[in-house]
């Protein structure tokens, strides 16, 4: 006969240090784990796009522009295409691009500065699709 010792596999008693040893849980396999942070990490990520790419219109852009954050509810004059509009006397034209997802969108107000877009009495707003100005 051969000198094998059997060593025996049976879990330890309650009442023993080993029992404490051991995880409460079952270990999670490497993969199953691994897919479930990417699924989460995916979630996690999809819902911060959501929250940050939903372009809506500031509290005072009464317009509903997606991205211009018009000073003025009152809608410049334009012929031929919003991108024309007018200011009346006394008043200057003062644009600017920002960007919808792939669009520009140009953004525009008629306001008593003769050097800034962000101060002065605001006459009017206006907005367009840069695509769309001829």
Not at 69 to 96: D, Q
Not at 112 to 122: I, K, L, M, P
């Amino acid at each position: 006969m051969s000198d094998r010792t059997l060593i025996d596999v049976a879990a330890p008693a309650a009442d023993s240090p080993a029992a404490h040893d051991r995880p409460a849980l079952p270990p999670v396999p490497r993969r199953r784990m691994i897919s479930w942070l990417s699924a989460g990490g995916l979630v996690l990520v999809g819902g911060l796009a959501n929250l940050l790419g939903t372009a809506q219109p500031a509290r005072a852009d009464c317009q509903g522009s997606p991205c211009c954050h018009l000073a003025s509810c009152r809608v410049c004059s334009w012929s031929t295409s919003r991108c024309r509009y007018t200011c009346p006397g006394g008043y200057y034209k003062r644009y600017w691009y920002c960007a919808a997802g792939a669009r520009f969108i140009g953004c525009g107000e008629c306001t008593t500065s003769s050097s800034s877009c962000w101060s002065g009495s605001f006459y009017c707003s206006i907005w367009w699709d840069d695509a769309y100005c001829y």
